[in-house]
Antibody, heavy 122, light 113 residues
C-alpha cells in the first residue's frame, strides 16, 4: 500500500526558507507515470496547489508562488522535497504532499500524506 | 486563472435525505477533443487530508460508495449524496485540472440536520 509522509520543521521564521520532505513508502516514485505534488491549506486561502514534479525532475509550479518555490526529487531515497523562500505569516498552512495523476495541468490528487502544519513566526 | 465557486458554503441535511453541492467554474473545463470535463470532487473530514471521490466530473474513485455521484458539464457541476449517512459529515471541495494552475473551490461544509 503506497503511503506518503511529510517531514520538516513546524516553525519557520519570517524571511527564512521553509523546507519539507515527502517520503514515499510501499512503492517507487520512478516506477510509475505519476507526478508528485505539494498542496497547502490555510484558513484564509483554502486549498492551494504549489507545484508538482516527475521522477525525471520535470517540474510545474503555481505561477503565484513560482518565484519562491523549488521542488526536487531524490529517487534513491524515494523522496521529493519542497523549498519555499522568503516566507511570511501568509505562508502559515498545513502542507500536504500528494500523488498527482495529471501532471500538466496538475490533478486530480489520489493519494495524500497526512499533512504537516508549518507556522511562520519569529 | 480559473476560479471555482461552490454553493452553498454550508448545508444541513437529515440522515437518509439527499444532499446536493454545486460548483461553478469561471470558464469551461470541458476539453472538446476528448469530451471530458476536468473536474474532481474531494471529501475532507476533520484532521484528515482530502480524499478524492470523483474525477472526470462523474467517475467514482474505486471504493467510493455509490450514493456519491457527480454530474454536470462545461461550467456547472453537482455532487449528490443520494442518502446521507452520518459518516458523510465533512467539507467537500471541487477542483479543476483543465488548466494550470489547478484550483479548488472554497469548500462546502455538510452537517446533519
Amino acid at each position: 500500500q503506497l503511503q506518503l509522509q511529510e517531514s520538516g520543521p513546524g516553525l519557520v521564521k519570517p524571511s527564512e526558507t521553509l523546507s519539507l520532505t515527502c517520503t514515499v513508502s510501499g512503492g517507487s516514485i520512478s516506477r510509475s507515470s505519476y507526478y508528485w505534488g505539494w498542496i497547502r491549506q490555510s484558513p484564509g486561502k483554502g486549498l492551494e496547489w504549489i507545484g508538482s514534479i516527475y521522477y525525471s525532475g520535470n517540474t510545474y509550479y503555481n505561477p503565484s508562488l513560482k518565484s519562491r518555490v523549488t521542488i526536487s526529487v531524490d529517487t534513491s531515497k524515494e523522496q521529493f522535497s519542497l523549498k519555499l523562500s522568503s516566507v511570511t505569516a501568509a505562508d502559515t498552512a498545513v502542507y500536504y504532499c500528494a500523488r498527482d495523476i495529471g501532471g500538466s495541468p496538475p490533478g486530480p490528487f489520489d493519494l495524500w500524506g497526512r499533512g504537516t502544519l508549518v507556522t511562520v513566526s519569529s | 486563472d480559473i476560479v471555482m465557486t461552490q454553493s452553498p458554503d454550508s448545508l444541513a441535511v437529515s440522515l437518509g435525505e439527499r444532499a446536493t453541492i454545486n460548483c461553478k467554474s469561471s470558464q469551461s473545463v470541458l476539453y472538446s477533443s476528448n469530451n471530458k470535463n476536468y473536474l474532481a470532487w474531494y471529501q475532507q473530514k476533520p484532521g484528515q487530508p482530502p480524499k478524492v471521490l470523483i474525477y472526470w466530473a462523474s467517475t467514482r474513485e474505486s471504493g467510493v460508495p455509490d450514493r456519491f455521484s457527480g454530474s454536470g458539464s462545461g461550467t456547472d457541476f453537482t455532487l449528490t449524496i443520494s442518502s446521507l449517512q452520518a459518516e458523510d459529515v465533512a467539507v467537500y471541495y471541487c477542483q479543476q485540472y483543465y488548466s494550470s494552475p489547478s484550483s479548488f473551490g472554497q469548500g462546502t461544509k455538510l452537517e446533519i440536520k
